[in-house]
């Protein structure tokens, strides 16, 4: 009992030191800047601010930024919320599969802009470029949400949309596997095709990343995912063929506000 007093005192007293108030500049979107004493409250989603013997409580998406005298790294880190509005994602990555898959680490390169609805949930539309054995124009919507309204967070994704040919086929394609093995191949080939016209097809690629901004208007972020595409192929007699892509996406961001 004794040793459950003096655990549950240490925690009062770690609490109430990590909620104190600390003294600082609090800059809010509006152009203001308050000096005095501010307090995080609600799990960093709202501020209270103590200046010139008046006292104000800001929500987190009404602040820029806010610089603390003597305040913790985790502090600086944790406390400076997402700017909400518009937000522009370049990832550059590769798409791997097994190693005897043909076309082992195909080069993805896409761009998308993103509106943010609440702090933690944002959609947006992009597109880029993908070099599988042709290349194509990957066109998406995707839909973001993130664990925390902050500049540095953990996020889920999930894009969705089509890949349009660029251009006209460059193989012979005499080594499609079965759908069932396109990350583990089977014992080999199914046919030899020849030349097939590319028409494109869907693309699903849910992942799971983590972002972090460095500055109200420069971040960068890294994520992984898998990737499916179906891409669809007509030859000569109305000879159709779909060949499925089943991918692990990693990739590197940069964020723009």
Known sequence: MKKLCLFLLAALLSYSA???SEKGHVYLKNGNVLKGKFQWLDGFTSLRMESDGNIWVFKADEIDKVLGKGASRQSRLE????PSGVFFRTELGVLAGNSQNSQPTPFSFT??????LVPRLSFGAGFGAEFLKETYLPAFLNLEYKFRPTWS???LFVKGGYLVPLEDSREIYGDVWPAYSS????PGPVHS?????PEGGILINPGIGYSHLFSPGFGMSVGFGYQF???????EKDYQLDIDYNRLTVKLGFIFN
């Open 111 to 116: 761009g998308s802009l993103n509106l943010v």
């Open 183 to 186: 990350i583990w191949p089977g």
């Open 193 to 197: 095709f020849g030349k097939l016209n």
């Open 229 to 235: 595409h179906r891409l669809q192929f007509t030859g």
């Open 18 to 20: 990590f909620t104190q």
């Open 79 to 82: 406390t400076i919320p997402t």
């Open 153 to 155: 967070s953990p996020y």
